[in-house]
């Protein structure tokens, strides 16, 4: 989560899910909540995220609906609520599975959702019982809507990506704050901050101020990460038209040397992880 977009939080967290199915053979579910369902799109190539977009079968919009709610009504046609049970992520690679995010996740925020917010915490406690994932990694939008609220509810922990610029490091304390608030809100949530990940760094003198400034800040100095992802022409490049899965991940697509970096963010996350548990 970051309050700013365009820090790389979708970037972080599709690679990341990558590389812990990939790397380390973990079960991960990844969920994407973003009505501009940008997750999506790099995971699914465009006839493939338009069909399910058009038929609406297992989006992330299914969580928010179940047997004790009613069917809603989007553009035109009823959708039907279903169980937990009968959600059926689909399998991007063998135990990484996706539920897709969907515009029409916009519908509900403005109709329901006083009385949803918590069907995605109810989902993933769902999960937990049924032990079928190691990590269920939730892509948000960056405003504070209430889809951030669902996953703040929703999630154990969070990690902030953070490109190292004045604006962009501002962001921090206005995101910590708000979490802080909305934790005090709900009465509900349990998050936590996991850690900082430096992202789209550069050689230049600003980022190289602001990360010492963060590294030596006494709130901040503990959850920033050691490992860093580097600006590169390699992750930018990445396009969503191309249409093997591979060809759009930093893992299998770029240079070794973003690839060592996202595996060896991905390796602190999990140190971090066995760390605070
Ligand atoms: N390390 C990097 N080097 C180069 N380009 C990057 C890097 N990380 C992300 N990008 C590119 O920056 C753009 C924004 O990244 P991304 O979509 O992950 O940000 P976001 O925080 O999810 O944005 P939003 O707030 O809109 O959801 C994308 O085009 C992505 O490919
Ligand atoms: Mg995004």
Request: a neutral charge; one cysteine or more; hydrophobic letters at 40%.
């Amino acid at each position: 989560m970051n309050m700013k977009g365009g820090v790389g939080k979708t970037t972080l967290a599709v690679n990341i899910s990558h590389v812990l199915n990939q790397e380390f053979g973990h079960r991960v579910l990844t969920i994407d909540i973003d009505p501009q369902f940008n997750a999506t799109q790099i995971v699914y190539k465009q006839t493939d995220w338009v069909y399910i977009l058009r038929e609406e079968v297992h989006t992330a919009l299914r969580i928010f609906l179940d047997e004790e709610f009613e069917s809603i009504r989007i553009d035109g046609q009823w959708v039907q609520p279903i169980r937990f049970e009968d959600i059926e992520p689909k399998a991007v690679e063998k135990n990484w599975h996706f539920l897709p995010g969907t515009i029409n996740l916009y519908k509900i925020e403005l109709n329901y959702f006083k009385i949803l917010k918590f069907k995605l915490k109810e989902y993933i406690d769902y999960l937990r019982k049924t032990k079928r994932y190691d990590f269920v990694i939730i892509d948000t939008p960056p405003t504070p809507s209430s889809w951030m609220r669902s996953a703040i509810i929703a999630s154990d922990y969070y990690l902030m990506p953070v490109k190292p610029d004045a604006v962009s490091t501002m962001g921090i304390s206005l995101l910590m704050r708000i979490i802080r608030e909305l934790k005090e809100q709900e009465n509900e949530s349990n998050i936590e901050l996991l850690g900082i990940v430096f992202n789209m760094c550069e050689n230049l003198k600003d980022h190289q101020q602001q990360i010492e400034y963060l590294a030596n800040h006494n709130l901040f100095s503990q959850y920033i990460f050691e490992h860093q992802l580097k600006k590169r022409a390699d992750i930018s490049a990445i396009s969503h038209k191309e249409t093997l899965l591979t060809d759009r991940l930093i893992y299998t697509k770029s240079s070794k040397a973003a690839k060592e970096e996202i595996v060896a963010i991905t390796k602190e996350l999990k140190q971090k992880l066995r760390h605070v548990r």
